[in-house]
């Protein structure tokens, strides 16, 4: 006996491991060494590949690939049908599968619906992807990322409200009311 939901039309490959209170939706395939944590909601027509690590409340919307090499850490909301790559340069008539690279997004980031992820990239915490962006670099924590290539137009609260800072480099989230400092070009909560 599982203490996960799984539709009855998704994949769960013997030796995958998936924590208590996750629900995998339709047509989903996880494959063997894949690790998901507790309470993820991982939507229709996903793919988890080998050698991934999801964290917990992670939320994975419908048609996402999530590629060998990838790790998620809590808290992240992966958009619909956004991508994940795990080759620079790929080929069909190449095997590169000694050559993936490894992308990481760090606690509570958000990836919008069909953003493209360039592997061998850190995506910061509570980082905010809009949607479609292309991202080909680093991401720094809180950043706000949009277009393709991705460029920052700004900063984000933890809860995703866009910061604006006043002279002495403060912000105060709307809806958290926690305050937040940018010190060279770089945010982080006060408290």
Same mark, same amino acid.
């Given at each position: ?7 009855? =039309? ?19 395939? !996880?494959?063997?060494? *894949? ?5 993820? +909601? ?10 991934? %690590?999801?964290?917990?409340? %992670?939320?994975?919307?419908?048609? %996402?690939? %999530? ?13 619909? =049908?956004? !991508? ?25 980031? =958000?990836?919008?619906? +069909?953003?493209?992820? !360039? ?5 910061? *915490? ?16 809180? *950043? ?33 009311? !926690? ?13």
């Amino acid at each position: 006996m599982t203490d996960y939901f799984s539709h009855p =039309s998704a994949v769960i490959d013997s030796g995958a491991t998936v924590g208590t209170g996750t629900k995998i939706w339709h047509f989903c395939h !996880v494959m063997p060494t *894949a690790i998901i944590g507790q309470g993820c +909601n991982i939507g229709q027509n996903v793919y988890i590949d080998n050698n991934t %690590v999801i964290g917990n409340n %992670v939320k994975i919307q419908n048609n %996402v690939s %999530v590629y060998n090499g990838v790790v998620l850490e809590d808290d992240v909301f992966a958009g619909p =049908s956004m !991508v994940f790559t795990n080759v620079i340069n790929p080929r069909s008539f190449i095997e590169r599968k000694t050559e993936f690279k490894k992308t990481l997004v760090k606690k509570g980031a =958000s990836i919008g619906a +069909n953003a493209v992820i !360039v592997c061998g990239n850190t995506i910061g *915490a509570y980082a905010l992807i809009g949607a479609a962006a292309v991202i080909t670099k680093e991401v720094p924590d809180y *950043a706000l990322m949009v277009g393709n290539p991705g460029k920052q137009v700004g900063w984000v609260s933890a809860y995703g409200h866009k910061l604006v800072f006043d002279a002495n480099g403060q912000a105060i989230c709307p809806e958290s009311k !926690v305050v937040y400092i940018l010190e060279n070009n770089r945010v982080r909560p006060l408290n």
